[in-house]
């Protein structure tokens, strides 16, 4: 620049690292990415490390002088990276699978150089309007109507909470005032199901635990209408407010698949806010053999899905879907003096539409992947996941020592070890066994659920470089580990 | 992998970008970032477009098949980047100024990779420790006791909902389980000054906008405590429940920092939860010169601090500091069986102390920008920000038209056009002019404010290549800009 030569008193920029160290070291950082996300598989999935370990490692506290960036890069390896539990593995299976697959990671990567905020239109333009791009494109993928309008928020914990606020906002808009006090308990309604952070917004929300009604789910763990529609008719005589239904497509657990047209028609008939978690589960909307699942949804006021969990997204980027916004805004609308804009009632001010000011530029990743790997690349690639996890629960249904908790809808398959004769306490015992020493050879990493009291082991599928070999791997390893565990069981 | 060439019906993996492709993708990216960061100054700062202009550029569809990422990239240059308002252009002196610097973005790039969620302890152990460790360097390097502990969220208005969220809790336990609805109406103080979030956690958190009782500020902008004990006992003969007071140390508007001792005083007078909004101030306390400013804020129950703020960090990443983990634990925690770990009571689950359950590994690049600078090298860089502003105040003082509205305690200066013996109306339609007419040059993009309903300019310094130069030319241009808008204003 040069520019501050003249004048008195010069004050000495200390500045940014300098332009020819941010490219060595960047060299070294794309080096390093580029040969992790070509053989992920030297890694231990479940980072083999003890609470307390890494934390051990590192000073106590924060250097005085500045450090060359080669040193803090060669920590990163030697004392972070042990500790990574490596979610982008391809044999990462538990909680969902998901991928920072390349186009997003280098939409990131441009992201975080921009630093833009989104807050109003004003400070990020671009920022803005793609992501309305993107929420609608992703949008028309699913097969939503174009009454549906989209933002983008960091987790479907918020894009919940948001939804559920403006369902708050529907049923008691004199609460957005003066506050719950004056009113009649108010309760959502989902099934047992149900992800918990739709208790965590309930609490949130100011109706507390008891702010959620959890109903009973089918044999299949889905969420049962005669019982939701009972639940709401006792709170109705009980004096209680009910606000609003919360249906999932594609739960934690099981990935199963709430009956969403007959749950719209409760909604309907008591006239409540309808919102639906597809938060993983969504982009299966986009396969046309896999649309018949979500038939209904388009009857809801407001879904999330993740394109952080199943839509090869880096984290977080969850979009929310509305099809009143100004449901939302009027629920987190307020604008200070110091972000009013000349561009109001021309331009969107993402800002009103949740509880998060500052946002992070997460369309641009979205974009980046949903034009690199196009409709069709990524219909294909879903579906792969899908076929996979119907083998695999194939390979379940043939072993008898073996039994399939759940129907496999998309690309989850919950099983247990259970010997025909054994008793369900043992077999808990024997399934926690089977997952800790299957976790522990670093090759595999799966987690549990419990289901109807027992503990149950959970294999999904997400990562974009999985491969069937994996799968075999895991299915391997999941046998031998219960080899000699019960009397009847065979080794492997 | 070569590992699935045997086995019946293969699947044919469709998998990720190839990784020669990521590399030679990754080359232009990493080459475009730093010519970016080398210069910025080329960008407009603020976007020279008009709503709706971007989103016109696009197509309405996502693409059906997919795209090379060449062109995507070349569009990012053509059709993304001129609606981009450019928050790490060193002339960005809007809202708050600031960095995505060098070894912040280094640290995006490797997390955006990684793609881990640090849940639970178990599901990232470093990201989980790393917070701890990074959290508490940063709580040392600020001077605060070793009884606060830190965790990481997106942005201040997650960290202020739920310090906000515990204080319900400490104040109204029971609420936690039923909800608000049997309970008294509940209020938050804080002064007329404080950031819009505040109002924003008192809604979600069910208490209304009521819920926030905004308590007149002194002539420097600063929180009353006389008008703040008053607002507590009316309150409190009325029956309302008084829940918590919210300081802040470097409000938006003005960086005014209420009397943080007094406002602590009251609070422990009536035991009410004390949260501390330092997001933009906080790293101030490094400085030994400004340390006096954040006497007393020890005294409060938590604080939020926000490293992507004057902390050289790229969006998100805000600290919140809690005096007692435990109680934000209680407002927050639920595990469902899924998340049920082996690891519960010895190590840290993050997500139990807040809304979101997905959470981003942001400590990776706080990691990199405390070690990289150092806390010497971040003391100069953010005093030398705070002595720029006192230069551009002291020029400010000296021109008869202009007009300094407020102290400069940090690195923002708060100045109106407003020559003697004009009308404030005038005036105000003056000072929009000026800022228009200046952010039209896209030389500087300075924000606005309102202050005892005068509209005010505002220049906020935050960002690592700022220099005097274009501190000097903005001044230039703001001059020029009044030049012949009052009859008795000089020209340039």
New interface residues.
Partial sequence: ?G??EE?TA??Q?????P?Q???V???W??????R???DP?RYPV??P?S?????AR?P????????P?E???RD?EDL?????????HPAFF??FS?????????G???A??????AMV???????T??E??TA???R??LGLPHSFEGVIN?????SS?YAM?AAREAKLPQ????????????RFYASDQA???I???A?????????LKRVASDETFRLRPDALRAAIEEDLEAGIQPLGIVATLGT??TTSVDPIQEVASVAEEFRLWLHVDAAYGGPAAMVPELRPLFSGWERADSIVVNP?KWL?T???C?VLYVRDPEQLKR??S??????KT??EG??RNLMDYG????R?FRA?KL??V????????IR??IL?HV??AR?LAAWVDREPDWERVAPVPFSTVVFRFAPEGSAGEDQDRWNAAIM?RVNATGEVFL????LRGRLCL?IALGN???????L??SWQLLREAAGGLAPSAPGD
């Fill in positions: 620049m520019l501050d004048g010069p004050v920029p200390l500045g940014d690292m332009n160290e941010f490219r070291n960047g060299e950082v794309l080096d390093w990415i580029a992790y996300l070509e598989d479940l980072a490390v609470p307390g370990e890494i934390r590192l106590a506290e924060a250097p005085e002088k500045g450090e960036m040193t803090i890069l990163y972070i990276l042990p500790g990574i539990t490596h979610w982008n538990a909680y998901i991928t920072g697959s390349g186009p997003g990671i280098l990131e990567m441009l975080s150089a921009l630093n833009v905020n239109w004003r400070s990020s333009p671009a920022g309007e793609l309305e791009v609608a494109w992703l028309d993928l960091d987790t479907a914990s918020s909470l606020a609460a957005s005032a003066t506050g719950l006090s004056g009113f009649p308990r108010g992800h918990s952070s208790d965590k917004a609490i949130t929300l100011g109706f507390g635990r008891e702010g934690t657990s952080h090869f880096p984290i977080d969850s629920a987190f307020l604008t200070p003096d110091y972000l000349s561009e021309v331009a509880q998060a000011l500052g992070r641009l974009w980046f949903l034009r690199y790997f196009g409709a069709e690349g294909k690639r792969q076929e996979m083998e800790d987690s549990h659920t419990v959970r974009l470089k999985t491969r069937r070999a994996h075999e791997k």
